[in-house]
Nanobody
Framework: QVQLVESGGGLVQPGGSLRLYCSASRFSLDYYTIGWFRKAPGKEREGISCISSTHGSTDYADSVKGRFTISKDNAKNTVYLQMNSLKPEDTAVYYC???????????????????WGQGTQVTVSS
């Protein structure tokens, strides 16, 4: 059974940083693209970043470009989202998701993703 677990969320002041983790159990992420999404109250789900395991390519939404960095540790079977210069508008529940992908590009659209984690809350507030 595919299981994704996010962690690392919490409360942080504006301008601060957090690192989110997405861990997979019972299977390898080697041939999957991993995406990070977020859902804020009253807003639609937003795809913010993705990474292709097969090619290492990444993509970012304009709203986080230059502030967030996605990376993958193959040995730990874990994907990270380093979030710097956080803003109150980054407050949301953050989810990781995966889909099997052998293409170079990864997608930040939700449609190709097959498996989702349960989410972790990120709150940016003073």
């Amino acid at each position: 059974q595919v299981q994704l677990v996010e962690s690392g969320g919490g409360l942080v002041q504006p301008g601060g940083s957090l690192r989110l983790y997405c861990s997979a159990s019972r299977f390898s992420l080697d041939y999957y693209t991993i995406g990070w999404f977020r859902k804020a109250p009253g807003k639609e789900r937003e795809g913010i970043s993705c990474i292709s395991s097969t090619h290492g390519s990444t993509d970012y939404a304009d709203s986080v470009k230059g502030r967030f960095t996605i990376s993958k540790d193959n040995a730990k079977n874990t994907v990270y989202l380093q979030m710097n210069s956080l803003k109150p508008e980054d407050t949301a529940v953050y989810y990781c998701a995966i889909y099997l992908n052998f293409e170079q590009e990864c997608s930040t659209a939700p449609s190709p993703y097959d498996y989702w984690g349960q989410g972790t809350q990120v709150t940016v507030s003073s």
